[in-house]
């Protein structure tokens, strides 16, 4: 039972690997419990509920003029009853409409339930570390 819930928590992110490059929040929203906690990268500090994250990551997906490179790696996953949580460090590039161009590699915690026998994702965890003499982001570093 645990490595039948370990493996559908890899294909959970492998859906959101397709998802992101594709720009398509539906697969996303679907993996999502309705009322997510996430900390993100991005602003704001945190957000709550589905609704603000599909808005939040649409808009992610509409600032880039170029396809998401979006590559998981270092996946590790662990489950136990209806609980799992998949860490992971992945790497993401592009362009931005402001000509911007995006390459960085970010930390990811996902925790999830399953809810009614699907994965949900309850909590997204993301960071980047950070240079405490500067308190500046290190967003150069990779694996």
Do not use: C, I, N, S
């Given at each position: 039972m645990r490595v039948e819930a370990e493996e559908q928590l890899r294909d959970l992110?492998?859906?959101?690997?397709?998802?992101?490059?594709?720009?398509?929040?539906?697969?996303?929203?679907?993996?999502?419990?309705?009322?997510?906690?996430?900390?993100?990268?991005l602003p704001p500090l945190r957000s709550h509920g589905s609704w603000a994250v599909n808005e939040k990551t649409l808009n992610w997906f509409d600032g880039y003029a170029s396809d998401i490179?979006?590559?998981?790696?270092?996946?590790?996953?662990?489950a136990s009853g209806d609980v799992g949580f998949c860490w992971f460090v992945y790497h993401v590039s592009g362009t931005l409409r402001t000509g911007e161009e995006i390459d960085m590699w970010v930390r990811a915690t996902l925790c999830c339930e399953r809810i009614n026998g699907e994965w949900r994702i309850v909590h997204d965890h993301e960071s980047v570390p950070f240079d405490p003499a500067?308190?500046?982001a290190e967003l150069s570093l990779s694996p």
């Open positions: 992110v492998a859906e959101r690997v397709t998802a992101v490059r594709a720009k398509d929040v539906v697969p996303l929203a679907a993996r999502q419990a309705a009322d997510v906690v996430t900390f993100d990268v490179g979006y590559e998981v790696h270092e996946l590790q996953v662990r500067t308190g500046q």
